[in-house]
């Protein structure tokens, strides 16, 4: 189906007006990730103190992780897309302020962007593509296989990109979060003018209706989209607790990127203290995880034949021996930077080989209808995991008097081990459990994982 996707031209026409204003979205998300703990920092803030405005973009995430998926039915998914850009265009204006207040406001605009993020260009996308086309289903993944190539590509290039603004041109640290707005800008551009001709083209009966219908009950039909909401929910934690595999999946995944939210608070404080270039460091970080991804393509193909639930432990195991060697790397008075670096390089591979992996199994445990629900529920667990380690390590270094001296990172990174050594168990009973179980096996090729 592929090949006939690429040979048609209206399907490429489409594809490209949705993925010109999709990558200009991630980009300017990437362009803010090299700098903000630093940006903190220069602003005289404690860890502990960064630690809480980490704690509250990670809760704004789970307070409106569920509006994000009902705001595209209420307000229509192309103005939802334009609030995106407004609300992210605010957070990046919030990081010229010094006052923590504005920073604490800045990081839950921060939270509902992502949230939004995440759900919102897509849904545009499949409506438009499945519902006003007509195109096959089967074409989708292409497109977010381009998504998710051009995405490493644009983390290494924004790493690149804040690395020569913040400190070859001495723009300072405040600088990425910048040249993001513009860059919003023009996403926000594209969406109302090659979307909006997009829609006027092909018409928006679907949308059209919806407001009709809204117009003419009162409000009956946001209602009904609460109320969808409220059955996907229940639908979804009612798999988690009847299927075994797939509570043992999302406990993996809960485990996993709980940690991961802790590592991105961590790599800063550890290696900045030495002098590394930020952005030169976030760049190779994002690489490894690009080569993380090309090495789970390897691996599936015909000629390895290895399965995604293979790749998955792999990826775990290595992502526990980072952390196993992070609590080496950092006793106090003693750090070995360069072991640091290399230690977050081979968690950075293992993400690589770990999302595509994750994804596949979804695709396979979680029946289609279930799976925002379900995949709600596993977000719970994950952000409240990430808000209690920062909150632990807040306590911990505001207990010491603040600052890196302290043992409060060592024992974050040696809880995270733990942590991996439990997501590691989770794996084994899965595929024990599942050993014969040929829902969760590749059928000769390798599959295609969906976006994250």
Request: charged share 5%; proline share 4%.
């Given at each position: 189906s592929t090949p006939t996707a690429v040979a048609n031209p209206a399907f490429r026409r489409f594809q490209s007006i949705f993925l010109r204003a999709y990558l200009l979205a991630l980009w300017a998300d990437w362009l803010q990730g090299p700098y903000l703990y630093k940006l903190y920092r220069h602003y005289s803030f404690l860890e502990s103190q960064i630690a809480i405005l980490y704690v509250c973009g990670l809760a704004s995430c789970v307070l409106f992780a569920p509006f994000s998926g009902w705001l595209?039915?209420?307000?229509?998914?192309?103005?939802?897309?334009?609030?995106?850009?407004?609300?992210?265009?605010?957070?990046?204006?919030?990081?010229l302020s010094r006052d923590y207040f504005v920073l604490i406001v800045g990081r839950i605009l921060g939270g509902l962007s992502t949230s939004l993020l995440a759900t919102t260009f897509e849904a545009w996308y499949v409506y438009r593509h499945v519902e006003v086309h007509d195109f096959p289903k089967e074409w989708i993944p292409s497109t977010f296989n381009k998504v998710a190539t051009w995405n490493h590509g644009l983390a290494v290039g924004a790493g690149l990109v804040a690395n020569l603004l913040a400190e070859w041109l001495h723009l300072g640290p405040v600088a990425p979060f910048l040249l993001a707005v513009p860059c919003l800008g023009c996403c926000s551009w594209l969406v109302l003018t090659d979307w909006g001709k997009e829609e006027a083209e092909r018409g928006s009966e679907g949308d059209k209706q919806t407001l009709i219908l809204g117009a003419a009950n009162g409000g009956v039909a946001r209602l009904s989209a609460k109320e969808r909401f409220s059955r996907s929910c229940h639908d979804g934690l009612r798999c988690l607790l009847s299927d075994r595999r797939v509570l043992l999946l999302g406990g993996v995944q809960a485990l996993f990127e709980s940690v991961?939210?802790?590592f991105?608070?961590?790599?800063?404080?550890v290696l900045d203290p030495h002098g590394p270039p930020l952005g030169i460091v976030f760049s190779c970080l994002m690489a490894a995880s690009m080569v993380g991804s090309l090495l789970y393509r390897l691996a599936t193909s015909t000629r390895y034949r290895l399965q995604p639930g293979q790749v998955l432990c792999l990826a775990v195991l290595m992502a526990f021996f980072s952390f196993f060697m992070l609590t080496f790397s950092t006793v106090p008075g003693q750090p070995r930077p360069h072991d640091s670096f290399l230690a977050f390089l081979l968690l950075e591979l293992a993400c690589g080989l770990y999302f595509p992996a994750v994804s596949f199994l979804q695709g396979r445990v979680i029946p289609e209808e279930k799976r925002a629900g379900v995949l709600s529920w596993f977000r719970l667990p994950l952000h409240l995991l990430a808000c209690l380690g920062l909150l632990a390590l807040h306590g911990e270094v505001s207990g010491t008097g603040g600052g890196e001296g302290g043992g409060g990172t060592r024992h974050m990174f040696g809880g995270c081990a733990v942590m991996m050594l439990?997501?590691?168990?989770?794996?084994?009973?899965?595929?024990?459990?599942?050993r014969n179980d040929t829902d969760l096996r590749l059928e000769g090729c390798r599959g295609e994982g969906e976006m994250e």
């Open positions: 595209p039915q209420a307000l229509g998914r192309r103005q939802t897309c334009l609030l995106f850009c407004v609300s992210y265009s605010a957070c990046c204006l919030t990081k991961l939210y802790i991105v608070f961590l790599w800063t404080p439990a997501a590691l168990m989770a794996v084994i009973s899965l595929f024990t459990l599942s």
